[in-house]
C-alpha cells in the first residue's frame, strides 16, 4: 500500500512502548459485548506487535461522553471481550493520560498488552488539542493506527499523534483501504446506497455529496423519519432530527439534481415501547399515531428495496433500516440482508456494507459472510465513497 508505513516499516520494537489506535467502539447489550467483530479485526495487528515484544497499549473511545468521565461509557467492560478474542491478558488503565497511564504502562513486560480508559472523557480528544495530543504522546515510542473506523475523525488519538511520533498503519487499517479500493475504486452501475441507523446528524450531510455518486438511495431507520418529517409527514415520537429538516430538503433537491433515486418507506412498524415484543402495527407513513414511534420499516417499503436490489449492480450499505437489536423490529434489515446476501450469491451484485451496529445486524441475519466485503466502518466508509481523505489516513501519509 503506497502512501504510508505499515508495520513492515516497523523494526526492533521489543521494549518499545507502542500507541495502537484500535476501535474498541462495539455494540453493547445488556452490559456486555454483542458483537466482537471489531475486536477480531484488530486482533491481528495486537497479536503481531505483543509477539515482536512490543508493549502494546491500546488507545480507544467509547460513545459519546463529550469531554467528560460518563460510567456507562467507560471502557473496562470491553477490555474483558479484548481478553476473550486474543486469548491473552489484557491489563486496564484507569486513565489514558498521566500518572495513572504511566504507572500502568510501568508494570508491563515486553509482549504485555493494556488497554487504557476511553480518550473521550477528555476535552481534548475531539478538539484535537496540541497539548492532549502531546500528554498521549508521552505514554509512546510509536504510533499505529489501526482504527479506519474511525479515520473521518480528526482527534488526537487519530490525528494528533500521528504527528508527533514515527506512525504506522495497522494491519486492519491496510486491509481495508485495499478491500474498498478492489470492491468500489469502479464500481459498476446502478450503485445502490442504502443508508439507514440512528446517527443521522453526524451522517445527513455525507448525503449531499453521496447523492452525486450513486443511482439511487435507500434512506431507512432514524435517518427516514428525519427526512419524512422534512415533508410534512407526521412521526410522532419517532427518533427524527427536525431541525434538520431543511438540510433533509437541500439534500433532496441535490439528489433531483443529480439525478438520484431517493427511496424513501411508504409504511412502517410502529409501536409505543422501545422493547422487545412490544405491542406493535404496520402503517402507512402517512397514518404514524402521535404517541406511538417508527421502529422499523414495513413490507412494502422492504419490496421496494428489493427492486431496487434487482436493478443495481453495486450496493454501499450502513445503518439498520430499523431497531434490529429488539425484535421483530428487525425484520426489514433481516430481509434486506438476506436479499442482498441472495443477490451476492448469486453473482449478480458487489456488496459492500459497514458501521459498528450494520455488521452487527448483518450478523443477526446471518448475511455478513455471503457479502462481498464487509467493513468494520461506517462513517468513514461512506465519507472514503465519497471520495473524502480521511485525516487519520493523511496523517499517516505525512
Ligand atoms: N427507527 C429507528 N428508531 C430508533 N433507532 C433506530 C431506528 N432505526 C435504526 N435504529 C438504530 O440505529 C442504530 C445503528 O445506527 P448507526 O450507529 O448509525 O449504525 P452503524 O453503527 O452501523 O454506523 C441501531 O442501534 C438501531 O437500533
Ligand atoms: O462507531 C463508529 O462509527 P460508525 O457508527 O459510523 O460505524 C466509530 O467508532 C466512530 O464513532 P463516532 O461516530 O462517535 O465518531
Redesign the pocket.
Known sequence: MAGFQTLDDLQDIAGKRVLLRVDLNV?VKDGAVSDTTRIERVAPTIRELSDKGAKVILLAHFGRPKGKVVEEDSLKPVAGAVEAVLGRKVAFGTSCIGDEAASAIAALNNGDILLLENTRFHAGEEKNDAEFAKALAANGDTYVNDAFSAAHRAHASTEGLARLLPAYAGRTMQAELEALEKGLGNPERPVLAIV????VST?IDLLSNLVRKVDALVI???M??TFLAAQGVEVGK??CEHDLADTARQILRDAEAAGCSIVLPVDAVVARE?KAGAENETVDVSAVPSDA????AGPASVKNVEAWLDKAKTLVW?????????EP?DRATVAAANYAAARTEAGALVSVA????????LNHAGAADKFTYVSTA??AFLEWMEGKVLPGVAALSK
Open positions: 455494540p439507514g441507523g440512528a446517527k451522517k431507512g431507520g432514524g427516514a423519519n419517532s427518533l422501545f414511534m417508527i421502529l422499523d450502513n445503518g439498520p433500516l430499523g431497531a434490529f437489536e429488539i423490529f459497514g458501521g459498528g451496529d450494520t455488521v452487527a445486524a461506517g462513517g
